[in-house]
C-alpha cells in the first residue's frame, strides 16, 4: 500500500509538479477537498488522519519517497482524509491532471501507483474509514438501499445500527431525527441528511465531478454494466471523450453477483463487485467519466448531435451513443409485493442482504443461474434456502456446474412446481404461501425473506420510440433489423445498421439489452440458457447476449470498438 519511489521514479513525477516546503501541524489537503492533489514526500513524515469532530483519527504514516492518493485520484472524487505535516519538510505537489497523464505513459509508474490506490481503497472499505456514517436499522428497506448504493460503489462508511446500539437515540435526538427520518447519514462529518436520495447522497459526497452540458461528446454510454463498462474501457483506451450515465452504481447485475466463474480471464472465479470496481477504475484510468446516480430519461433523437435528458432536467450531447441499460427482474405477480419490497423481498444477494438473514430460512424464486448462485452463496449464512421453481427441474435454465453445487448442498431444498401466492406481513415481511402447482396444496410458512430472481424486462422505456425494439422490449441491432425496421425508421444512410447498431444511425446497443432471435426465460436463467442453445445450434457467438456474461466483453473487444470508430466517421 506505501511503496517507497526509487529517486528515478521521483524525478519523473517531479517534472510534472513543484516542491513545497511545509512547517510542522500544516495541513498539505484538507480531507474533502474537491480535487484531490497528489504529494510525494521528499523531506520530513506526514500523517494522514481520518477527522472525526474535533478530533482525528490517525490512519497512515508517510515517509520520504512514498506518495498520497488512492481511488479518488482517478475518480476525481472528494479525498477522505486530512494530510498534515508531523515536522518540517517537503513534498512535490502534481496536479490531478498531470498524474492521469502519467498513468497513461509512464507504465512503471502507472502500476506501482494503480496498485497502491486500490489497496489502500480495500483498506478503507475493511475498515470502514470513510467519511459517511450511515445511522440506521437494519428493518428498514432505506437503509438496505443506502448500504447497497454505498458498497456498490465502493465508498468507505461506518454504520450505527438503531438496533442494537443503545446511544444511538441519544445521538439521534442531538439531531432531532424522528423515526421516519430514518436512515440517517452524516455526510463529511458535516450535513446531516435524513433518508436521502442516491442522488443526494451522491451530491454531497461530491461522487460526480461537474460536466459541462454545452460540450458535445464523441460518446455517451448509458448504463455501466459489464457491457457499458467494456465500451468505456476500449473506446476511452481508442482516445474518444466518454462520459458514462449510471443509474445505481457501476457493474449493473454482474455487480450483485457473489461469484461469477465464467469470467474470461478468472479461473477461480471472480465477486461481481470486484470485477465492477476493476473494470470503473480501468475506464477512468482513460479518462472516462462515470456519473453515478444519473439516470438517462429520455433520448432526443430527432436531430444531431443526439442528446440525453438525465434526472434533473438537464441534458447531455453526443456524437455517438451506446445503450447498455441492461435488464431488471421481473417483479413477482403479488397484490402486496412493494410493501416488502426492501424489508423482505429482494432482488439481489450480496454481502449486505446475507447479513440481514443470517441465520434464517429463506427463498430463492427462479431457475437460472442468478438463482443458482444466490442460493449457493445464502446457503453459507443461512439456516435453510428453499429453491422454487415453476417447472419440474433445473437442467433446462441453469448451468451443470451449480446445479451440482446445489445437489451438493444439504442446506438447499428444491422445490419444483412450485409458486408464491402470498406475503403476509407488517413492517416486515413475516409470512409467505406457497402452491405446489402439481397437486394443488398450499403451505405457508413463517419465512421472512424472499429473493426474487424470475425473467428479464429491458430497461428501454426512456428510449421514447427512437429505436426498433422486438416484441419483448429488446433492442433489435444489425440483422436482427428486418427491412420494414428500417424503412419504418427512415434509415438515411447508403449502408445498412453495423452488427450493433441500432435503427437510428450512430446509436448502439450492447448486453442484455440487445434483443435478438433467441428469446430465454431471463438473465441468469436466461443465462445459462442462452449459452448453451447458441452454443448446441453452433450459431455464431457474437449473436448471443443476454444473461452471458462472455458477450459483453467479447463483443466489445472486438465490434463495439469497431463499430463505435466506424459509426463516427
Ligand atoms: C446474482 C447474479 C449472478 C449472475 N451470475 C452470472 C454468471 O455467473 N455468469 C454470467 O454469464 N452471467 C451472470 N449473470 C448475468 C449477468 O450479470 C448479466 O448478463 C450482465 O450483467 C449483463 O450486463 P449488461 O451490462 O448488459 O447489463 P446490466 O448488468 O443489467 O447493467 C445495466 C446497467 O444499466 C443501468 N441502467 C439501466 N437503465 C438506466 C438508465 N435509464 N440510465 C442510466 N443507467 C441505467 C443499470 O442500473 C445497470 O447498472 C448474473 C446476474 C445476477 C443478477
Known amino acids: 500500500m506505501f511503496p517507497m519511489l526509487t529517486p528515478e521514479q521521483i524525478a519523473r513525477l517531479a517534472v510534472h509538479g513543484q516542491v513545497r516546503h511545509v512547517q510542522r501541524g500544516e495541513v498539505l489537503m484538507e480531507a474533502g477537498e474537491q480535487t484531490p492533489r497528489f504529494f510525494v514526500v521528499t523531506a520530513g513524515h506526514f500523517v494522514l488522519v481520518r477527522p472525526s469532530g474535533v478530533t482525528e483519527e490517525p490512519v497512515a504514516v508517510l515517509q520520504p519517497g512514498q506518495f498520497t492518493g488512492e481511488l479518488t485520484m482517478l475518480s476525481g472524487r472528494r479525498g477522505i482524509v486530512r494530510i498534515r505535516a508531523g515536522e518540517p519538510g517537503a513534498v512535490i505537489e502534481v ?47 432505506g437503509t438496505l438501499r443506502i448500504q447497497a448504493f454505498l458498497t456498490r460503489n465502493g465508498h468507505p462508511y461506518s454504520t450505527i445500527d438503531l438496533d442494537r446500539d443503545a446511544g444511538a437515540q441519544a445521538l439521534l435526538d442531538r439531531f432531532q431525527v424522528t423515526v421516519d427520518d430514518v436512515p440517517v447519514v452524516i455526510c463529511r462529518g458535516e450535513v446531516v441528511l435524513r433518508n436521502p436520495t442516491n442522488g443526494q447522497l451522491a451530491d454531497c459526497l461530491g461522487l460526480n465531478a461537474a460536466i459541462d452540458h454545452t460540450q458535445v461528446r464523441d460518446l455517451i454510454i448509458v448504463g455501466a454494466g459489464p457491457a457499458g463498462l467494456s465500451a468505456a474501457v476500449y473506446s476511452a483506451s481508442e482516445g474518444l471523450d466518454v462520459v458514462m450515465l449510471e443509474t445505481h452504481a457501476p457493474g449493473g447485475q454482474a455487480g450483485s453477483s457473489s461469484k461469477i ?13 470486484e470485477l465492477a470496481t476493476r473494470a470503473s477504475t480501468q475506464a477512468q484510468k482513460f479518462g472516462a467519466q462515470l456519473l453515478i446516480a444519473t439516470s438517462a430519461t429520455r433520448l432526443v433523437c430527432d436531430r444531431k448531435p443526439y ?23 421481473r417483479r413477482l405477480a403479488l397484490d402486496n409485493l412493494a410493501q416488502f419490497e426492501g424489508v423482505g423481498v429482494y432482488y439481489g444477494a450480496t454481502v449486505v442482504e446475507a447479513q440481514v438473514c443470517g441465520g434464517e430460512e429463506v427463498i430463492v424464486v427462479g431457475g437460472g443461474n442468478s438463482a443458482g448462485q444466490a442460493a449457493v452463496f445464502l446457503a453459507q449464512t443461512a439456516r435453510r434456502v428453499h429453491l422454487l421453481i415453476r417447472s419440474e427441474g433445473l437442467a433446462a435454465s441453469m448451468s451443470r456446474y451449480l446445479i451440482q453445487r446445489i445437489a451438493e448442498t444439504p442446506a438447499i431444498v428444491l422445490r419444483p412446481h412450485t409458486e408464491i401466492t402470498a406475503l403476509a406481513g407488517g413492517d416486515h415481511l413475516e409470512r409467505v404461501r406457497w402452491r405446489d402447482t402439481q397437486t394443488g396444496g398450499s403451505e405457508t410458512h413463517a419465512i421472512r425473506h424472499v429473493f426474487a430472481m424470475t425473467g428479464a424486462v429491458p430497461n428501454t422505456h426512456w428510449l421514447a420510440g427512437c429505436v426498433a425494439l422486438d416484441a419483448h422490449g429488446f433492442i433489435k441491432t444489425g440483422a436482427d433489423l428486418s427491412p420494414e425496421d428500417v424503412a419504418a425508421a427512415r434509415w438515411p444512410l447508403a449502408r ?28 441468469g436463467g436466461g443465462g445459462g440458457l442462452d449459452c448453451r442453445r447458441l452454443r448446441a445450434s453452433g450459431a455464431p457467438r457474437i449473436g448471443s447476449g443476454r444473461g452471458c456474461l462472455e458477450e459483453p466483453a467479447r463483443i466489445s473487444r472486438s465490434h463495439d470498438r469497431f463499430a463505435i470508430l466506424y459509426g463516427m466517421r
Not at 135 to 140: A, F, L, P, Y
Not at 261 to 273: D, K, R, S
Not at 307 to 329: C, K, M, P, S
Request: aromatic share 6%; glycine share 12%.
Open 496 to 523: 445498412a445498421p453495423y452488427l450493433l447498431e441500432t435503427s437510428l444511425p450512430d446509436v448502439f446497443a450492447v448486453g442484455d439489452v440487445r434483443g435478438r432471435q433467441y428469446q430465454a426465460g431471463g438473465v
Open 95 to 141: 496536479e490531478r491532471e498531470h498524474v492521469l497523464a502519467l498513468v497513461h505513459t509512464d507504465g512503471e509508474l502507472s502500476e506501482i501507483l494503480l496498485r497502491a490506490f486500490l489497496l489502500r481503497r480495500v483498506e478503507l472499505l475493511a475498515h470502514g474509514v470513510g467519511d459517511v456514517v450511515l445511522v440506521g436499522s437494519r428493518h428498514s428497506a
Open 261 to 273: 466463474e465464467n469470467y474470461l480471464g478468472f479461473p477461480t472465479g471472480i465477486a461481481g463487485q
Open 307 to 329: 442528446a440525453i435528458e438525465i434526472d434533473h432536467g438537464a441534458r447531455v450531447l453526443a456524437r455517438t451513443v451506446i445503450i447498455a441499460t441492461g435488464a431488471e427482474y
